[in-house]
């Protein structure tokens, strides 16, 4: 009897054509993926070559030169008695600055020495309450060395002047800062800090600048 032939798909040289096929057709496909990323990322990088610097300065804005600190505004300084500065929330006036003389015999400054005191104004021109704190808010420098508060010159001046308490929106609050320094004292410097006055206040510093005269 003669072998009956094998159908022809169960050949098996007929299934390795096919898996043969089958491989050089998914090969293709890959290297077709892989150049098409290819090309995507080459085209994003010549974008990024060609494109302008993000950070290019703005027109009409003022750069600073490299190397240079950038500008700054100038701080606000008052010179003498009857100036006024304001600020984003406050008005800050030296309404005087004299020289206090004592005939107490118990408060008398040292020898070589005088008081000084300065009457300041301070407006609350915002619509919040702020706590004004002489211990917090100021600091004086004598010829550029720190000094603090004589607070016996309060006494002398006839009651309780100390710039310390509330200050509601819309008020008003008056007090002097008292210092003993040298009788032959050339500057007084005063630092007002603003921002001391709440945790969110940006009004920055005021500075009180007198020479003796």
């Given at each position: 009897?003669?072998?009956?032939?094998?159908?022809?798909y169960?050949?098996?040289?007929?299934?390795?054509?096919i898996?043969?096929?089958?491989?050089?057709?998914?090969?293709?496909?890959?290297?077709s993926?892989?150049?098409?990323?290819?090309n995507?990322?080459?085209?994003a990088?010549?974008?990024?070559?060609?494109a302008?610097?993000?950070?290019?300065?703005?027109?009409?804005?003022?750069?600073?030169?490299?190397?240079e600190?950038?500008?700054?505004?100038?701080?606000?300084?008052?010179?003498?008695?009857?100036q006024?500065?304001?600020?984003?929330n406050?008005?800050i006036?030296?309404e005087?600055?004299?020289?206090?003389?004592s005939?107490n015999?118990f408060?008398q400054?040292?020898?070589?020495?005088?008081?000084?005191?300065?009457?300041l104004?301070i407006e609350?021109?915002?619509?919040?309450?702020?706590?004004?704190?002489?211990a917090?808010m100021f600091?004086a420098y004598?010829?550029?060395?720190?000094?603090?508060?004589?607070?016996?010159?309060?006494?002398?001046?006839?009651?309780?002047?100390?710039?310390?308490?509330?200050?509601?929106?819309g008020?008003?609050?008056?007090?002097?800062?008292?210092?003993?320094?040298?009788?032959?004292?050339?500057e007084?410097?005063?630092?007002?800090?603003?921002?001391a006055?709440?945790?969110?206040?940006?009004?920055g510093?005021?500075?009180?600048?007198?020479?003796?005269q």
């Amino acid at each position: 009897m003669e072998k009956a032939k094998k159908k022809w798909y169960k050949q098996w040289w007929i299934w390795f054509i096919i898996v043969v096929i089958i491989g050089a057709i998914g090969a293709n496909l890959n290297s077709s993926d892989k150049a098409a990323t290819n090309n995507q990322v080459n085209e994003a990088d010549d974008k990024a070559v060609g494109a302008e610097p993000t950070d290019k300065p703005e027109e009409g804005v003022d750069q600073a030169e490299p190397g240079e600190p950038a500008a700054k505004d100038d701080d606000n300084v008052i010179t003498a008695a009857g100036q006024t500065i304001q600020t984003k929330n406050f008005k800050i006036t030296v309404e005087q600055f004299e020289k206090v003389e004592s005939d107490n015999e118990f408060l008398q400054p040292e020898e070589g020495n005088e008081f000084l005191s300065i009457g300041l104004l301070i407006e609350n021109i915002s619509e919040k309450d702020y706590i004004v704190s002489s211990a917090v808010m100021f600091s004086a420098y004598q010829d550029g060395f720190s000094i603090n508060e004589d607070l016996s010159v309060h006494v002398l001046k006839g009651g309780d002047t100390t710039l310390n308490g509330d200050l509601a929106a819309g008020k008003k609050m008056k007090g002097n800062l008292t210092y003993q320094v040298p009788s032959d004292w050339e500057e007084l410097e005063v630092q007002v800090d603003l921002t001391a006055l709440s945790f969110f206040n940006d009004d920055g510093k005021v500075k009180i600048l007198l020479q003796n005269q």
